[in-house]
């Protein structure tokens, strides 16, 4: 079985500072995702990775940054935490859909980090 | 722009069946649902395709009408076990889905 496992379930952290979000599979995947939660707004894509060092911004990048250094990991960085990016965020991945769509797959999702920002 | 889906909340009882529908404003080419737990990372469920094909897992199917851009989740003879609130994504450019805001099913004895 795929597991994508986050750092940390729960997180509380001050506004201002720079806070890092772990997120690490085993499954040698090269597509790699962070989603935020919010009630009544489902997942969101705030940034996506399809390689190495490859990144792409997703709908909600403000205020976030990214870093894929090595294939199974993929971390999400909140530059100057604010009280508006308090929510869960979920890290997936996947291995990458081939050049016709009826080969896309599916996404295998941590468990989720739930940061707070006071 | 993510996918509608109606209803938001359902409540239902054990045996009970249910549909959940997932409406894109854009042309479909396939339609992920997953299911999350409360507290529990969202589980993959299935994948439909273009070309009306349906699928099962469990006593869960699904359909996918490609000229009314919507996909429909079927529970059948619900069980206490299918409690979670169900997610839709569908393909937004290569390699990424975009997921509509979920609907919560309830599922009491």
């Known amino acids: 079985d795929v597991k994508v496992t986050q750092s940390s379930r729960y997180l509380v952290k001050r506004t201002g500072e720079k806070v890092f979000l772990e997120c690490v599979q085993d499954m040698d995947h090269e597509n790699m995702f962070w989603y935020r939660q919010d009630p009544g707004l489902g997942l969101r894509l705030i940034y996506f990775s399809y390689d190495v060092k490859m990144k792409e911004k997703g709908d909600i990048p403000e205020g976030y940054s990214v870093s894929r250094e090595k294939k199974e990991r993929f971390s999400l960085i909140l530059e100057s935490a604010s009280t508006n990016q308090t929510s869960m965020y979920l890290c997936a991945s996947s291995t990458p859909w081939g050049q016709d769509r009826y080969s896309n797959q599916p996404q295998h999702f941590g468990d989720g980090t739930r940061l707070s920002i006071l | 722009q993510q996918p509608v889906q109606s209803p938001q909340a359902v409540i239902l009882r054990e045996g009970e069946d249910a549909v959940i529908n997932c409406s894109s404003s854009k042309a479909l080419y396939s339609v992920h649902w997953y299911r999350q737990k409360h507290g529990e990372a969202p589980v993959f469920l299935m994948i439909?395709?273009?070309?009306?094909e349906q699928k099962g897992h469990e006593k869960i199917s699904a359909s996918f009408n490609e000229k009314k851009q919507q996909s429909s989740l079927y529970l059948t003879a619900s069980q206490l076990s299918y409690s979670g609130t169900y997610f839709c994504g569908t393909e937004e450019g290569a390699q990424k889905l975009v997921f509509g805001q979920g609907t919560r099913l309830t599922i009491n004895p």
């Open positions: 439909l395709l273009k070309g009306g």
